[in-house]
Nanobody, 125 residues
Framework: VQLQASGGGLVQAGGSLRLSCVAS????????MGWFRQAPGKEREFVAGISWSGGSTFYADSVKGRFTISREIAKNTVYLQMNSLKPEDTAVYYC???????????????????WGKGTQVTVSS
């Protein structure tokens, strides 16, 4: 599976961005997808996850109510809509896929199977 993320950029605090991740190489609907991020000097952390069918979604507490993950199976694409951005959201954002169904939070914590290159998100104050 190959994953290509895009949509990052520079935005002012309070603004919005939408990240996209296009998957290729396998049936897109057969695996769950997640977004992770890594800020300078910090470990990579889970941001959001969506199950294979799109019926279940999970979010880190720090982004609940501000970020929305979705997937469009026909386009082999998963999105991360980010609203009300804060300077602390600044990080490199990665999309990832897991062979798990993604029905449980732990499905995203145990290690994803495929990773894409990251896209930089910078939020200025």
């Amino acid at each position: 599976v190959q994953l290509q993320a895009s949509g990052g950029g520079l935005v002012q605090a309070g603004g919005s961005l939408r990240l996209s991740c296009v998957a290729s190489g396998r049936t897109f609907s057969s695996y769950a997808m997640g977004w992770f991020r890594q800020a300078p000097g910090k470990e990579r952390e889970f941001v959001a996850g969506i199950s294979w069918s799109g019926g279940s979604t999970f979010y880190a507490d720090s982004v609940k109510g501000r970020f929305t993950i979705s997937r469009e199976i026909a386009k082999n694409t998963v999105y991360l809509q980010m609203n009300s951005l804060k300077p602390e959201d600044t990080a490199v954002y990665y999309c990832a896929a897991t062979n798990n169904l993604g029905l449980y939070y732990s499905d995203y914590m145990g290690g994803m199977d495929y990773w894409g290159k990251g896209t930089q998100v910078t939020v200025s104050s």
